[in-house]
């Protein structure tokens, strides 16, 4: 039986903090009056005043209770009903116009329940607005319910006097069993939801994350809905505990529930028809249209959820688009496309710079006995069309799937591979180091695309783009190792007489040897061109480590003693798309454990501090790197040996520009391609001219900038 309770007419608008949650001394309005600020004085009504709005056909429960400013003119007030303790503004005689659309000064034809309502507002055909804060020049027209509640949360997953922990609203990331479940709130970024998903080995660290999740928020009752200036809200029905920043825009969205809705002049926010969000958090210029939905849910800054995409129990990174497709139970970092009806992605955890191809199936718990499995993959993951995929699998740094249903887990550590799945022979091929080789246009574009797209305007992380950095040279190096070890048992290098693994993976070429430990189940795992991979891999570690010293070294006479004293290479957490030493993050944690970081705020000033200490870092990295490499050709520090890999970088950079030209080179020289143009002319009036190609020339630019370096660097 639904519960309808029976209340004295003359109390609407009255009582809306129920007395035994207020403080002593306070009465219903000390927290709406905390908010509201300082503001123009406000007086009673004139009989005059009361007067025209009589004849207007407005209505009041206590006329006494109405406050408005010097410059309120009655006249544009209208056919409306006021309830409880009402504040009004300005009101000229004047329109807005926004898009093109004149909508005049004034309250009309609406019913309004204790609200503080800003200067030169137009509220047109509100069927009930109850407990807002109206900042000046809003334009509302045509909208069914706008209402807070006393328990007003705005989407942080916080509980307020008086209720019960199971009430609390948690995201059930990565997986659905709600085992890495975090509790969302307004400024959380991936870096804060990866650190709370991962770690859930340590209760303590658990612990005190949630309680500064609480304690961020006052658990006092009574807070009002704000919409913030300029923001334009039309034709929508339902919106309910939401909080609206600055020059919003929401147009015909179904059902908008307990949210904070990020917005400001500089990062405009955009909510379109038929929207239904529930419990969550839309970051600063974000745009959400068509049909979408999205259910218990963070978006962070400038994403953008389109053409009916659901998006629930999931964090989508900044500078992400999601169309059409479904996810859930998803942690998604920065730089993330998806764009195809088809597409699924479900209990994962993306860490970037990733794209989901139409009919990808990325997590799916139906191919497997219970749903509480889960998938990881590193930077640049790109499962390609109709990929299906079985939990539990883990992916290192851009790996690229082939169209294919895969059969059983799989556990790849080699980066930048291409993974396809041979029906024919039954087995697993990976190609390692295939991006290097065979698709390097790609690889750099996509590098420079996400740096040129990052619209963010308060960058909370520092994130790295680049294609090689700490993260995927960390995994280059232990691919490296795995490779020496897989083809130190094969009878090839058995009867070849080389003196290690890795002289003979940087002199031989075969055509596979076996890795059968990255998947699950009994067939074959082929590493196709194990030699020539093993050599990209290590030309790829020398380009790194000399190019970072180049940049980030102002002198060359200390690079010798650099390197004597570089230590040993260390691990790197990617956190949230910042690339942090592991020893940093350990150290972080143990401070939020012993309650010496106690606030978010905190954490969040140590990615800043992290940040600003990244180049230093990222150097010793490098010398480190180099010094690796140096140990595996036995090669010493001296300044022959040096300048020896400083010509061998120069070299690679020639060749990776090179890559870079002729990867792209190959579509237009596809006869498959060329095909639909009568003449070149016309396909380079389609496609534009391979010459004329703005991101080849600047490739080639940076890379003789770079060359320069390298050759004056060290002499």
Known sequence: MNEIKKRPLKEIGYNFIPSEYLPAGKDEFYIRNRQFGERTAYRQLSAHEIEVLVKNHNTADNWNDILVTDAFNPALVQNNQFHGFIRIG?????????????????????????????????????????????????????INELVTTNYAKFGNGIIKDGEKEDIRIWVEVANENGGRGIIPFDGMTAGDAWIWSRYR?????????????????????????????????????????????????????????????????????????????????????????????AVRFIMDDHTNLKYGARLINSFLGNNSTISCCEVLNALIYPGHEQHHNSSFL??????????????????????????????????????GLSTSLKHNCRFAS???????????????????????????????????AYWFRYNMYALARNAWKYGARDMRIEKSHLITFDYLAPDTVNEIFTA????????????????????????????????????????????EVRILKPCESYRDYRDMLIYYAVKTIVEESAD??????????????????????????????????????????????????????????????????ALSSLKEVMVLESISPGSDALNRLFEDAEKISRRLTEGCYQSRAKDYSNPFRNMMYESEEERDAVLGSLDENSFIKKAAEDAEILEKKISTFLC
């Not at 005689?93 to 507002?121: M, Q, R, T, W």
């Not at 200036?229 to 147009?251: E, F, N, P, Q, T």
């Not at 169209?403 to 087995?427: Q, V």
Request: proline content about 3%; overall charge negative.
């Open 90 to 142: 300005d009101l000229e005689n004047i329109y807005l116009e926004f898009h093109d659309v004149p909508f005049p000064v004034g309250i009309y034809n609406s019913k309004i329940i204790s609200c503080d309502l800003g200067a030169n507002i137009s509220i047109h055909n509100v069927d009930l607005l109850s407990h807002y804060i109206i900042d000046d020049e809003v334009i509302l027209q045509n």
């Open 201 to 293: 080995n340590r209760p303590d660290l658990m612990k005190r994350l949630k309680d500064m999740t609480q304690n961020r928020f006052d658990k006092s009752r009574g807070y009002y809905g704000h919409i913030g200036k300029r923001s334009v809200l039309k034709h929508c029905r339902i919106l309910k505990d939401v909080s609206i920043g600055s020059d919003a825009y929401i147009k015909g969205a179904n059902k908008l529930k307990n949210l904070s809705i990020k917005s400001s002049p500089e990062a405009k926010s955009q909510i379109g028809e038929g929207v239904e969000m529930v419990n969550g958090i839309v970051g600063y210029g974000c745009h959400i249209f068509y049909g979408s939905k």
């Open 346 to 383: 479900c209990a994962s955890t993306i860490l970037g710079q990733s794209n989901m191809a139409s009919g990808a199936t990325i997590g799916s718990n139906h191919n497997s006995r219970g749903n509480d499995g889960e998938i990881l993959a590193g930077r640049g993951f790109w499962p």
């Open 398 to 432: 851009f790996n690229l799937l082939v169209k294919g249903a895969y059969p059983a887990e799989i556990d790849n550590p080699l980066p930048f591979s291409l993974i396809s799945n041979s029906e024919s022979y039954n087995c697993l091929l990976i190609r390692p």
């Open 480 to 523: 490296m190792e795995l490779l020496r070890n897989a083809v130190s048992v094969s009878d090839e290098y058995k009867a070849s007489g080389a003196s290690s693994p890795h002289d003979y993976l940087c002199s031989e070429s075969i055509h596979w040897i076996n890795m059968d430990e990255i998947e699950s189940g009994r067939r």
């Open 556 to 621: 060359s006479s200390t690079i010798a003693e650099k390197f004597t004293t570089a230590g040993a290479r260390g691990e790197w957490e990617n956190v949230g798309g910042q690339l942090i030493p592991g020893s940093r993050v350990e150290a972080l944690l143990n401070d939020i454990e012993e309650s010496r970081v106690d606030s978010w705020e905190k954490i969040h000033q140590f990615y800043k501090n992290e940040a600003a200490d990244y180049q230093g870092e990222l150097l010793g990295h």
